[in-house]
């Protein structure tokens, strides 16, 4: 055979392939991590051809064992991988037929590219899947860890970035939880819709043989067939799904990162990064940079530039299958290994964060965080909320002048701004009587957020939103 001449098409070609242009449409340089998948799905078509006669069974066991021995030289390493064989599917069946011999020219009956390739990304996708959400519970256990250890820690909480009202930072972080664990429902819904077969679809319109597609479906651990053959091997909307529950889900640890880089600087001061998780400088001695969480933020642009790159990879796309397709790998692939990496990091970080909780409270005291809990006291004493907002209001200016907090005020200063001010202000003007009085279901007091702690264990063991 002439260079090129020894492709699986070459039938009714006369000439070879341009050496570039097989460089060019080969995908084998990245879908060869598809390999142990294609393995898979190729013993389900060969078990289930057996079963319903068209292949033999002794061919059956040929094809087996030859698919055992490249599976083998896989995982050694050694498996000669060649761009002229194009892809994954073409590589492993040409070794087969090398190995067999006749037999392995018979597994691609009732089969095509097109729906191996569908059912090998879904497969793949699936494990992928699997193995990311063991990832995303450990960082929701460390995340309900810190809450639960952070009950009683005060801290401001913030609107605008400026200092609003105390908050308990087990609240904060169970507010991470909560992000986080529809981030796994999210992730749970995406499986749920990928896990059909599109196998026996063939190239697009099914084929002549008398294959059994539930067979197939059931010895490949999918819940169903995917119904319309054109649909089968088209679609990857699965893959877009997927790569926008990554984007969602980066988008969420990338405002976590922020949070954390802000609350690591010398001017939060709120939290220490553990020196594991942080670089120094090569010019400033001091330095100590928050490296994780600055390069998760960074790396949520290229997740969401990968859905960007497959939603336009389809939307100008005709049915059925399109050569298109195969870049659909790249992006997905790379999704998984940045969401791989990132949880990882967040899920070894978040239990090994300190907060620094003097400094915490400090904050939570100085921003004069408890004005609202004085505006509730005079409407409690009778004070509509409106006229109980501007008496507070003349109370923080007034402070602001004085350079002092609003508990530092006299009950006599204090009472120049409202005659219903009483000596029992005091309490609300604390900032542990402040969280300790938002005191109901989803609210910031120690109490709640325990409760919260507790529910959180439970909905995440039971996989609930
Ligand atoms: N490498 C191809 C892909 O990734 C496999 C399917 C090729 N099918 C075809 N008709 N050329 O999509």
Redesign the pocket.
């Known amino acids: 055979m002439s260079e090129g001449g020894a492709k699986l098409w070459g039938g009714r070609f006369t000439e070879a392939t341009d050496a570039f242009v097989e460089r060019f449409t080969a ?1 084998i340089g990245f ?1 060869q991590r598809l390999a142990r998948h294609d393995i898979a799905g190729s013993r389900a078509h060969a078990t289930m051809l057996a079963e319903q006669g068209v292949l033999t069974a002794e061919e059956r066991d040929a094809i087996l064992a030859g698919l055992g021995e490249i599976e083998a030289a896989i995982e050694a390493g050694s498996f000669p991988w060649a761009v002229e064989l ?2 994954v ?1 073409m590589n492993i069946e040409a070794r087969l037929t090398e190995r067999i011999g006749a037999a392995g020219k018979k597994l691609h009956t009732g089969r095509s ?2 729906d191996q ?1 569908a059912t090998d990304i879904r497969l793949w996708l699936r494990d992928a899947i699997d193995a990311l959400d063991v990832e995303l519970v450990r960082l929701c256990e460390g995340l309900l860890a810190q809450a639960e250890a952070n009950a009683d820690t005060i801290m401001p909480g913030f609107t605008h970035l400026q200092t609003a009202q105390p908050v308990t930072l087990g609240h904060h972080f169970l507010a991470w939880f909560e992000m986080l664990l529809r981030d796994r429902s999210r992730l749970q819904d995406c499986r749920k819709r990928l896990n059909a077969c599109p196998l026996g679809a063939a190239a697009l319109a099914g084929t002549t043989f008398p294959i059994n597609r539930e067979r197939t479906a059931a010895l490949l651990g999918f819940d169903r067939v995917v119904e319309n053959s054109l649909d089968a091997v088209s679609d990857r909307d699965f893959a877009m799904e997927f790569t926008a529950w990554a984007s969602i889900t980066m988008v969420h640890l990338s405002r976590f990162s922020e949070e954390l880089i802000l609350w690591a600087s010398a001017q939060f001061a709120f939290i220490d990064l553990p020196d594991r998780f942080c670089t120094g400088s090569s010019i400033m001695p001091q330095k100590k940079n928050p490296d994780v969480p600055e390069l998760v933020r960074g790396k949520s642009g290229r997740v969401v530039g990968h859905l960007m790159a497959l939603l336009m990879l389809m939307k100008g796309q005709p049915l059925a ?1 399109n ?1 298109d ?2 870049e659909d ?1 790249e992006p997905l692939f790379d999704c998984v290994d940045t969401l791989s990496d990132c949880l990882r990091a967040f899920a070894d970080m978040v239990p090994a964060l300190v907060p620094r909780v003097a400094a915490l409270r400090e904050a939570a005291i100085s921003g004069f965080a408890t004005a609202t809990d004085l505006a509730d006291y005079l409407v409690r004493a009778g004070l509509p909320f409106r006229d109980a907002h501007e008496v507070v209001g003349r109370a923080v200016a007034h402070a602001v002048t004085a350079e002092c907090d609003l508990a530092e005020l006299s009950l006599e200063t204090l009472q120049g701004f409202s005659d219903r001010i009483g000596e029992d202000v005091y309490a609300v003007l604390t900032v542990e009587g402040s969280v300790a009085a938002r005191d109901h279901f989803g609210a910031t007091a120690p109490s709640q957020v325990r409760a919260a702690v507790a529910r959180g264990r439970e909905r995440l063991a039971q996989g609930l939103l």
């Open positions: 995908s879908d194009e892809d599917h590219r097109n390739v299958y050569k397709n195969q790998k």
